[in-house]
């Protein structure tokens, strides 16, 4: 995680906190339409409300406050505790699952950060790929894992729990995250998830579970 400098104002507990998330909501708007490059630490401090002087207390420039949005996004989606307890089966865990992390993925103000980060991702290669491993690789992998202690118990077959866990989460997104992400489209209603959802773990199941002689 970012570390923030040495305060010298000696702000502490929910002040320190409600300012920092202050400036981050302001560089967030600014890295939006301005890009990296356009902005400047002055214009992120006047989106902000703060000084200058305050900004530069925090952070010491935009690449570590550019790194610091795409920390609070993984944190934020790390707060959502996905079920892949071993103990429950496909049927009940699917499609939960991907209620869970549609909603979480195309929440309001949640698409923000993705698109900052997929704009600076080719100047801040590093930046991206923190972000890709520690957010959807790490998801990835728990549904696989978890996908691997049920593929006996529940009549799967799977060579590939990895790919399959892949195919899951994109046929969730479709019609969804991308009209969303671009901005064509708000965030979806808890019904279209439900509808999207529901019929990517009926495809998921012809694929992938044993057919009954």
């Known amino acids: 995680m970012v570390a923030i400098q040495q305060n010298p104002l000696h702000i502490v507990g929910d002040e320190d906190s409600s300012k920092r998330r202050q400036i981050l909501d302001g560089a967030r708007k600014v890295f939006m339409d301005l890009g990296f490059d356009g902005a400047s630490m002055g214009e992120i401090a006047r989106s902000a409300g703060v000084s200058k002087g305050t900004l530069y207390v925090y952070f010491a420039d935009k690449s570590r406050l550019f790194e610091a949005i795409v ?19 496909v049927d009940t865990t699917l499609p939960e699952f991907g209620r869970a992390y549609i909603t979480l993925l195309c929440r309001p103000g949640g698409g923000s950060a993705i698109r900052t980060v997929m704009a600076i ?93």
């Open 71 to 89: 920390e609070a996004e993984k944190i934020e989606q790390g707060k959502t505790a996905f079920n892949f307890d071993p103990g429950r089966d």
């Open 121 to 213: 991702a080719e100047r801040m290669p590093d930046v991206g790929t923190r972000f890709y491993q520690h957010v959807i690789v790490a998801t990835v992998d728990r549904f696989a894992a978890y996908l691997d202690a049920r593929v006996e118990l529940d009549g799967l077959v799977i060579d590939d729990t990895q790919l399959a866990a892949w195919q899951f989460m994109q046929m969730c997104q479709a019609t969804l995250f991308q009209a969303f992400i671009f901005q064509a489209a708000p965030s979806p209603s808890p019904e279209r998830i439900a509808a999207v959802v529901d019929s990517a773990t009926r495809v998921f199941f012809a694929a992938y579970r044993k057919q009954a002689d």
